[in-house]
């Protein structure tokens, strides 16, 4: 199956063309282009570089955030319109479960942080189910993967907040793993402030494989996609939005 999977929701982002899990071309995002320009510049390129048109993909499968605002819509919006155009199927991936995904914590829990700005950051709460035998087409490492759910929608905050929010809410737990990207700073000056209360993970900035890799499996699991699946994961309200006053 062609997956084109773009993430225009951080300057790490960036968009690839996969064929089922093995990459055929990638673009990643120089942290200055506006994604409006670049995401259909790059798209343009990389189908050219692989062969492939774009009516040929068979999924397109976008970052929904947290992040950018405006990446999170340039992003959907154009994952929405090629899906329809050529009567393609879309799945949405959050960036907490693209995280999670490179990371494959082994331990009850998993929390992806990110920055967020303004002195405050993401977090989205994974738990995991209980251990279950890998299904058909589907190895030992992957339905391990799989067994991590978000639980709520994320939250947003300042560290301290965070750790309250933590302990509180994971207390019982025997065993977290915090993941944060590599080249993320602030997220990892966390993990000074946090540790040695959990496990720390660090994973690859880069998530295409990753949500090519989750949007691929609810695919082939005919998992339904919700109105909710396609909405903007913004966990904190736009700027606009806050400072409306009706």
Same mark, same amino acid.
């Given at each position: 199956?062609?997956?084109?999977?773009?993430?225009?929701?951080?300057?790490?982002?960036?968009?690839?063309?996969?064929?089922?899990?093995?990459?055929?071309?990638?673009?990643?995002?120089?942290?200055?282009?506006?994604?409006?320009?670049?995401?259909?510049?790059?798209?343009?390129?990389?189908?050219?570089?692989?062969?492939?048109?774009?009516?040929?993909?068979?999924?397109?499968?976008?970052?929904?955030?947290?992040?950018?605002?405006?990446?999170?819509?340039?992003?959907?919006?154009?994952?929405?319109?090629?899906?329809?155009?050529?009567?393609?199927?879309?799945?949405?991936?959050?960036?907490?479960?693209?995280?999670?995904?490179?990371?494959?914590?082994?331990?009850?829990?998993?929390?992806?942080?990110?920055?967020?700005?303004?002195?405050?950051?993401?977090?989205?709460?994974?738990?995991?189910?209980?251990?279950?035998?890998?299904?058909?087409?589907?190895?030992?490492?992957?339905?391990?993967?799989?067994?991590?759910?978000?639980?709520?929608?994320? +939250? $947003?905050?300042?560290?301290?907040?965070? #750790?309250?929010? !933590?302990?509180? @809410?994971? *207390?019982? =737990?025997?065993?977290?793993?915090? +993941? $944060?990207?590599?080249?993320?700073?602030? #997220?990892?000056? !966390?993990?000074? @402030?946090? *540790?040695? =209360?959990?496990?720390?993970?660090? +994973?690859?900035?880069?998530?295409?494989?990753?949500?090519?890799?989750?949007?691929?499996?609810?695919?082939?699991?005919?998992?339904?996609?919700?109105?909710?699946?396609?909405?903007?994961?913004?966990?904190?309200?736009?700027?606009?939005?806050?400072?409306?006053?009706?």
């Amino acid at each position: 199956m062609l997956i084109l999977a773009f993430d225009t929701t951080s300057e790490w982002g960036g968009a690839g063309i996969f064929r089922d899990g093995e990459c055929l071309a990638t673009a990643a995002h120089d942290g200055q282009a506006n994604y409006s320009v670049f995401l259909f510049q790059e798209v343009e390129r990389i189908l050219q570089e692989s062969g492939i048109r774009l009516e040929d993909i068979d999924l397109f499968a976008a970052a929904k955030g947290p992040g950018s605002f405006t990446g999170i819509r340039v992003g959907l919006a154009a994952a929405q319109g090629w899906a329809n155009a050529f009567g393609k199927p879309l799945r949405s991936v959050s960036v907490f479960e693209a995280m999670v995904e490179q990371a494959k914590p082994e331990t009850d829990y998993a929390v992806s942080l990110l920055d967020a700005r303004r002195g405050e950051f993401y977090a989205g709460i994974f738990r995991s189910d209980p251990p279950k035998m890998p299904s058909n087409g589907e190895n030992r490492e992957e339905a391990r993967s799989a067994q991590f759910k978000l639980t709520g929608e994320g +939250v $947003v905050g300042k560290p301290e907040h965070l #750790a309250s929010l !933590l302990q509180t @809410q994971i *207390a019982a =737990a025997s065993s977290v793993t915090c +993941v $944060v990207r590599e080249t993320d700073e602030a #997220a990892r000056e !966390l993990e000074r @402030q946090f *540790a040695p =209360a959990f496990r720390w993970k660090h +994973v690859k900035s880069f998530l295409l494989h990753d949500i090519a890799t989750v949007a691929l499996r609810a695919h082939q699991k005919g998992h339904p996609i919700t109105l909710s699946e396609l909405s903007p994961a913004y966990i904190r309200r736009p700027d606009a939005e806050l400072n409306w006053k009706g």
